[in-house]
T-cell receptor
């Protein structure tokens, strides 16, 4: 069964460093998303991406965040200068567009900022 | 005011019990509604979509009341494997999912 994959599974970084989280969405999907979940809190929407541009973003997705689809398979989230409060699980998701309802989530990248 | 509110639980029930979860949402423009399941430290997985007419999938029944902005999930004949956190999810735009904090369920032998 097709699935969304994410790398790395765990990333540890120093405050102020840049990190890039990588996702490979399901191959025929058209819509891509990033969510985050701080430990013990709810899953929060960050950004959606369609047709090579951001279609929607939340208040969390400020200037330190960016997304890119550099090739036909990868979808990345970059955090330019990490803060302690960026520590969270980051989930990538994709949606086919044909099946309106189901976003498929990847297993997540746990980001720890020290 | 939280956009999607759920009773956090935990709900501790014996195997075979019936358990119901409730959820309210604040944005009347919400278009689509879902229940997701999340196991500890794992990704959310879609359990079922929720329709105004109500829908059933095996032991799971979901209901939506748009007038009251209320969503429910009923699990019949609980199994040990049902132990998880159940997330009420709403979307206005149809794409950005708005999650509740979740209700924790523990099914015991």
């Amino acid at each position: 069964e097709p699935e969304v994959t994410q790398t790395p599974s765990h990333q540890v970084t120093q405050m102020g460093q840049e990190v890039i989280l990588r996702c490979v969405p399901i191959s025929n999907h058209l819509y891509f998303y990033w969510y985050r979940q701080i430990l013990g809190q709810k899953v929060e929407f960050l950004v959606s991406f369609y047709n090579n541009e951001i279609s929607e973003k939340s208040e969390i997705f400020d200037d330190q965040f960016s997304v890119e689809r550099p090739d036909g398979s990868n979808f990345t989230l970059k955090i330019r200068s990490t803060k302690l409060e960026d520590s969270a699980m980051y989930f990538c998701a994709s949606l086919s567009g044909a099946n309106y309802n189901e976003q498929f989530f990847g297993p997540g990248t746990r980001l720890t900022v020290l | 005011r939280k956009e999607v509110e759920q009773d956090p639980g935990p709900f501790n029930v014996p195997e075979g019990a019936t358990v119901a979860f409730n959820c309210t949402y604040s944005n009347s423009a919400s278009q689509s509604f879902f229940w997701y399941r999340q196991d500890c430290r794992k990704e959310p997985k879609l359990l079922m979509s929720v329709y105004s007419s109500g829908n059933e999938d095996g032991r799971f029944t979901a209901q939506l009341n748009r007038a009251s902005q209320y969503i429910s999930l009923l699990i019949r004949d609980s199994k040990l494997s049902d132990s998880a956190t159940y997330l009420c999810v709403v979307t206005v735009t149809g794409y950005a999912l708005n999650f509740g904090k979740g209700t924790s369920l523990l099914v015991t032998p």
